[in-house]
């Protein structure tokens, strides 16, 4: 490649787009290879830290995650096997099931939390904590959802109008 067309590539991979792609692929990928180290997938773990702050139903699990029913399911059955969470029925609703984290289950929310910090450490080595806390926020704020601009605006035009 010529360096004029060179300029050119890095220039258009310079994008935010593909910044916040690539380095969202880097960080995805340490972040996952430091949980396979516990033994653990990224819907375990996934599954784990929906779990700290509590019972959830298997419902909240499959809507909150955004994968197949039977993806959780089969996590569900992992986790259970393993001793790391619990369904029980819902005793208002037989046909809801609602999970829970056991003791063990608690101390691998600790560990992921512990490597997925040092992970985190590695990748933000050369920021501040100031800066760390401004992309924080900045992340935050950029649109994720699959909603576009132009239909968040006209959702809020029909519900003012």
Known sequence: MMPKEAAHAAG???RLGFLLARHGNI???RIQDAIAELGLGHRHAAVLL???DGPVSQQFLVETLAIDPSLVVAVLNDLERDQLALRRRDPCDRRRHIVEVTRKGRAAIESIGEVVSAVERELFADLDPAE???LRDLLNRVRADTVSACQAAEQVDQSTG
């Open 12 to 14: 258009q991979l310079d």
């Open 132 to 134: 760390v806390a401004l």
């Open 27 to 29: 960080a995805n990928r």
């Open 50 to 52: 929906h779990l700290d």
